[in-house]
């Protein structure tokens, strides 16, 4: 493979600049599962807020993993300051969202407010 070249599609991502990362977004009756996609991202650089707008924002930063005099001959892996934003429903219960962290991948589960049984309901009068 002696003077094999390498010939590569070129994508310049500057180190420093903004991306976003993939996310997942489903729902079940009683909550909405979010996953997001931060391979690489060390889980004390990562943060997650909700908004009493409904939004739900996920910033973090990714580090190369390469420092130094290092010469890329191929950078398609986003590095950098990332937020994602996210509009949820204002029918969440914001107190009781949670977030865990596992193999690069965010899981946020943010709980619907639980509907009073939709049922005819008799109000006694005092």
């Not at 070129?10 to 979010?34: N, T």
């Not at 391979?39 to 807020?49: Q, Y």
Request: aromatic letters at 8%.
């Amino acid at each position: 493979m002696e003077g094999m070249k390498i010939w590569a599609r070129q994508v310049f991502l500057s180190v420093g600049s903004r991306w976003e990362p993939a996310i997942d977004v489903c729902e079940d009756e009683e909550a909405y599962h979010i996953v997001v996609d931060v391979a690489g991202v060390e889980e004390r650089d990562l943060d997650v807020e909700y908004h009493p707008n409904g939004t739900l924002v996920i910033r973090g930063v990714r580090r190369p993993p390469m420092t130094g005099a290092v010469q890329c001959l191929v950078l398609e892996i986003p590095y950098g300051a990332f937020e994602r934003q996210i509009l949820l429903p204002t029918s969440v219960n914001a107190d009781s969202i949670t977030a865990t962290y596992r193999n690069g991948l965010l899981y946020i589960r943010v709980p619907k407010l639980v509907k009073s049984a939709e049922r005819v309901r008799e109000v006694p009068i005092r």
